[in-house]
């Protein structure tokens, strides 16, 4: 599976944005042409139907395949909002329970998981997904450790090999 995270969004350093649509910062067309080297082209390529996964995804092929369960987690009332101007004492206790603790008006990280295992359970042999950290993070997870989860990171274009259960990170570009 190769997974790539969308490019940086137009959105101001330091905003909580996760299931708010967001357009591209820039025009993915090289960026896009540079992942291509790396990706087997006759691959499915999946998408997330957030803008910024779905833009980049167009780039990359003409007929992405959408699928709802690729998109980010929902923070709820904390989207658009810096993340220092959250509420202290509900980030601690998201920090206490990631699994269990909902953001205000928001998804828990267990229904992220939830709907990406789903994904992954009539995902083919070998594809392609454009889509989120929170996203990328969770097929890593599942695929090749799910106590690793928290310890996943993932740059804005960035493409990652998962393969044999094993996770090769920053191939490109």
Not at 106 to 111: D, H, Q, T, V
Request: glycine share 6%; aromatic share 12%.
């Amino acid at each position: 599976m190769w997974l790539i995270r969308h490019p940086p969004p137009a959105v101001e350093r330091g905003i909580c944005y996760g299931a708010t649509d967001l357009p591209l910062a820039a025009d993915p067309f090289w960026l896009a042409q540079a992942l291509k080297a790396y990706v087997p082209a006759d691959l499915p390529i999946y998408t997330s139907p957030l803008r910024r996964c779905l833009d980049f995804a167009h780039a990359l092929t003409p007929h992405p395949r959408v699928d709802e369960r690729l998109r980010e987690l929902d923070f709820g009332a904390w989207e658009m909002r810096r993340w220092d101007e959250l509420e202290r004492h509900l980030l601690a206790e998201w920090a206490r329970d990631p699994w269990g603790f909902t953001p205000p008006g928001g998804e828990p990280l267990r229904a992220l998981r939830e709907r990406v295992v789903a994904f992954l359970a009539q995902l083919p042999q070998e594809a392609v997904l454009v889509t989120h950290a929170g996203v990328m993070k969770a097929c890593c997870a599942e695929i090749a450790g799910f106590g690793d989860w928290f310890a996943y990171s993932f740059d804005y274009g960035q493409l990652t090999l998962v393969e044999r259960g094993r996770v090769r990170a920053n191939i490109a570009p």
